[in-house]
Structure formats: C-alpha cells, structure tokens
C-alpha cells in the first residue's frame, strides 16, 4: 500500500495572532515572510501518524491503525512511497501500542511504544529494534521498565552507535528520578542514578522531557524545581554524557526574567552545538548550548503556548534552525538565519512531531478530538 496526497491547502499567512502584541524582553515582533503550501498526506489503510524519524535519505512514520496490529511504521524517500516496514510484536501490549520515540542510526531503527493496560492503566512499555525493512519488539521482563517505583518513558536516542532509552524512576530520597536505560544484546538494564546528577532530593526534583544524540554522547532537556521555604522555583536545565551511561554534568539554563516557571521539552544537536525549545511563562523560549557559555536566544518572534502546550524539537534546513510552535489558533513556523527570525503560519492542528527530509518540513499534528494528521511542505 502506498501513501499518498491529498489535495493542497491554501498557502498560510504569517501569523501575527500567535504573536503577542508590542514587544518583550528576549523577543520580537515577526517580520512577514513567504507563505508555506502545507499539502496533507494521507496514510494507506486509515492509519493516523504518530511520530516521525528519517534516515539518511528516508521518512520514517510510526504510525497506529484500526486492527490488530495496531502499531505501523512506514518508510519511503517521499510522500507517493511510502511503504510498509514489517514488524514482529511479541508481548500482549505490543500489539496495541503507540508509538513514543523513534530514532535512526544510518539504516538502523529503534524504537519505544507503549499501550495501557493492568488494573491501574499504567503504560505496558515495549522497545523495538530493526532497520528499514523489518523491526520486531524486542520483548524485556516486565520489571525492566514497568513494576513498582516506575514512571513514564519519554525518548530515545543514541549516544553514538548506541541506543539509550529516557525515562523516570522512583528516587531513593524523593519523588522521582530521571531514569537512562541502555542496551546489550536484546537487553535492557536500567542505569543507577542515584549520586548522580539526574537524581532527585529533597531541595530539587529533577524532570527530564526529551533526550537527543549529542555525537558519541548525549543531551538531556527538562527542568529541575527547586524547593524552599515558601517558595518554588522551576528552573530550565540541560545534562550532557559524554557516552551512553554518562558520566552527567547539569547544566543551569538563563532564563527571561527572574523568577516563573521555565522548561525545556525539545532539543536538537548538530555536532557540539545543540539547540532547546521550552516555554518560559507561557511563551516560547529557546536555548543555546554548546563549548560555551548557555545562552537564551534574543530577537524570536514572540510566540504565546497554549497552556500545557509542549513545544516539538527544532530542526535544520539548508542550514537554518527551524521551530514549529504550537499556538491558539494552530502552529507557527519559526526560521533562523543567523541571529535574525522569521514567522509564517504552520499547519493546522497542534504539532506534536517534525522532521525535515530534503527541502521539506514534515510534520504531525493532532485536533481537540486526538485525531491526528501528517502534513508537508517545501520551504525555499
């Protein structure tokens, strides 16, 4: 079965309504910029996007289907060929799941899905292992990511050739931990963090939302809160290992203004340099880091986040940052081009997943009802 496109949507305006009016420290009014043409691509076999990936010269779409089995992946070098990727589910869970992660490594794909089930509907997590023509799940003992003291996974990436799984875990002292699992063979072990810097104490609770390969080593993206008498701090931070079982370093991330609440929920590295994408008191913030000093980025277009809204990942394009923000009335479409921004209107629905493949930007939206819908467009 093949994918295919249907129709071609109108070619979006900039959107001045995802912008605040007048101007704040660290941000901009957007300068007008060229429309984008989003053209919708419909899925074979009513199938609703997940998540999104690419190889070297591939789309990789997780994606959920109506029978058993539900979760689907397909690849292709465009959007009319996409096909089918076979896959093998061994537990239960793992034909009903939905796709959490995706990452590639040349022709290789791993992968963490989960569905819910049990007495309390927690998620039954399950990891996946092949490359473009067959992935099968890679089936673990219950205890490795599920059983007491568990909490919810939220990535993978790999830390050079390896793969590494994020999650959270129960701490020894409180709350929850931030939680790494790597692989050998078939198996994965979850790597201590106690006495390290991804765990919790009493002061700071430690919350890590993306994980992203950072050369041999990797990225981690979050917040830590901080605790004290009569107040609460909620500081945006990063942690960076030089390979898969660290050793961490934590990174405290300068913030607009002194004092809310900041986080950061996406992250992207090309080589040393990696950029992070957040939300400072409801707007958009985003991050620099790299040999130097963190830094947040001035100049962005100021964008308003629904609340709990997340903001995707950032990607790069003919050399260019590129952020997909979520709005009010949809997503805005963020360029850099050195210390310099444009804004122009995103897709409809709120983005939940973007890759560039080529000239293009892909990516995956859903609606208030949770349907979801893959979309593309070529960006000049």
Request: aromatic share 6%; glycine share 14%.
């Amino acid at each position: 079965m093949r994918a295919g496109l249907v129709g071609a949507v109108v070619g979006s305006a900039v959107l001045l309504g995802a912008c605040t009016q007048g101007t704040e420290e660290g941000r901009s009014p957007a300068p007008a910029v060229a429309q984008l043409t989003w053209e919708r691509v419909a899925l074979p076999g009513s199938l609703a996007p997940e998540t999104l990936a690419t190889t070297t010269d591939l789309v990789v779409v997780g994606a959920h289907g109506p029978g058993r089995p539900r979760p689907h992946l397909l690849v292709g070098p465009d959007a009319t060929t996409l096909r089918e990727v076979a896959l093998t589910p061994r537990s239960p869970y793992a034909f009903e799941a939905h796709w959490f992660g995706i990452t590639t490594h040349g022709d290789r794909i791993d992968a963490i899905a989960g569905a819910r089930g049990g007495a309390h509907g927690n998620y039954r997590w399950s990891t996946w292992s092949g490359d473009t023509k067959g992935v099968a799940e890679q089936e673990q003992p219950f205890g490795v990511f599920g059983s007491y003291g568990a909490g919810d996974l939220a990535g993978i990436a790999y830390a050079g050739d390896a793969p590494v799984v994020l999650g959270a875990w129960q701490s020894q002292q409180t709350g929850m931990d931030v939680a790494t699992w790597t692989r050998t063979g078939n198996r994965w072990a979850r790597v201590p963090s106690t006495g390290t810097p991804l765990a919790s104490t009493a002061q700071e609770l430690a919350d890590a939302r993306v994980v992203t390969s950072r050369g041999d080593g990797m990225l981690l993206g979050g917040s830590v809160t901080h605790l004290a008498p009569g107040a609460v701090e909620v500081e945006p931070v990063a942690w960076s290992a030089p390979g898969p079982s660290g050793p961490w370093a934590r990174v405290g991330l300068p913030r607009t203004g002194d004092s809310g609440t900041a986080e950061v929920q996406g992250a992207r590295c090309t080589g040393d340099r990696c950029l992070l994408t957040g939300v400072t008191d409801g707007h958009l913030s985003v991050w620099q880091v790299d040999a130097g000093t963190p830094r947040e980025l001035t100049g962005i277009p100021a964008v308003e986040i629904p609340e709990n809204g997340s903001v995707p990942s950032p990607v790069t394009l003919a050399g260019n940052d590129v952020v997909v923000a979520p709005t009010a009335s949809g997503s805005t479409v963020l360029r850099r081009n050195g210390e310099s921004w444009t804004s122009t209107g995103g897709p409809s629905g709120t983005p939940t997943s973007v890759v560039t493949h080529g000239d293009e930007l892909w990516v995956v939206t859903s609606d208030d009802s949770g349907a979801t819908t893959l979309w593309r467009a070529r960006v000049a």
